[in-house]
T-cell receptor
C-alpha cells in the first residue's frame, strides 16, 4: 500500500496563477483532510471531507476550494495564488467510523512558493 | 471548544538524557489525544494516542505519554534521548464533533539532541 500520496512535491507560482494539489489514498478511508503548515503555527485545517460527496470548511478556508472526486481522491485548488499562501500543504486521511476517533495518516507534503 | 498548547517551541537535550515535551489541552468532552512526529522534509506520523483505555500510553521508539485529567495534560516522555529523535513533535486533540475525525494541533515543539 502506498498510503497517502501527494503531487506535486514542489511548486513555484506567480501571484494570480492557479493550481491544483492532488491527493490520493489507498486505505479505503472515509475522511480526508487538507492542512497547511507554517512556522510556529502548527497545522491548520483548510478543508475536510467526512465522506465521499461531502466537504466542509476548516479553520482557514479562504482562497481555497476542494473537490472530493471519489473515495480515494481529494484535491485542493488555489484559484488566484497569493504570497500569503506560501506554505507546506499536507493531505491526510482517516476512518473515524472505524472507531470513535482514528489515526490520521499523512502524505509527504507539497512545498508551495508564491512569488 | 477544544484547544492544545505546547509549552516550549524548542527543547534541547543531550544524548542519553530524559526527553520531556509538554502538552496541555482544553476540552468540553472526554478527549482523544495524539502525539505525532515530523522528521525533516517528511509528513507527520503517529507516535501514540490516548483513547481512554489506559492513562499511560506507550508508543513507538520508546516514547510514552501520561494522561492526567486533573492537570489537563498529556506530556510526552522518553527516558533516554537518541540522536535520531531530533524532529518536530505535535500534540493534537480530537475536535469533539462526532465521526468527522477532525484534529486540532498544537504549535509544535522542535527537539534538538546534542551529542
Amino acid at each position: 500500500n502506498a498510503g497517502v500520496t501527494q503531487t506535486p512535491k514542489f511548486q513555484v507560482l506567480k501571484t494570480g496563477q492557479s493550481m491544483t494539489l492532488q491527493c490520493a489514498q489507498d486505505m479505503n478511508h472515509n475522511s480526508m483532510y487538507w492542512y497547511r503548515q507554517d512556522p510556529g503555527m502548527g497545522l491548520r485545517l483548510i478543508y475536510y471531507s467526512a465522506s465521499e460527496g461531502t466537504t466542509d470548511k476548516g479553520e482557514v478556508p479562504n482562497g481555497y476550494n476542494v473537490s472530493r472526486l471519489n473515495k480515494r481522491e481529494f484535491s485542493l485548488r488555489l484559484e488566484s495564488a497569493a504570497p500569503s499562501q506560501t506554505s507546506v500543504y499536507f493531505c491526510a486521511s482517516s476512518d473515524p467510523l472505524a472507531g470513535l476517533t482514528d489515526t490520521q495518516y499523512f502524505g509527504p507534503g507539497t512545498r508551495l512558493t508564491v512569488l | 471548544a477544544q484547544s492544545v498548547t505546547q509549552l516550549g517551541s524548542h527543547v534541547s537535550v543531550s544524548e542519553g538524557a530524559l526527553v520531556l515535551l509538554r502538552c496541555n489541552y482544553s476540552s468540553s468532552v472526554p478527549p482523544y489525544l495524539f502525539w505525532y512526529v515530523q522528521y525533516p522534509n517528511q509528513g507527520l506520523q503517529l507516535l501514540l494516542k490516548y483513547t481512554s483505555a489506559a492513562t499511560l500510553v506507550k508508543g513507538i521508539n520508546g516514547f510514552e505519554a501520561e494522561f492526567k485529567k486533573s492537570e489537563t495534560s498529556f506530556h510526552l516522555t522518553k527516558p533516554s534521548a537518541h540522536m535520531s529523535d531530533a524532529a518536530e513533535y505535535f500534540c493534537a486533540v480530537d475536535h469533539g464533533s462526532s465521526n468527522t475525525g477532525k484534529l486540532i494541533f498544537g504549535q509544535g515543539t522542535t527537539l534538538q539532541v546534542k551529542p
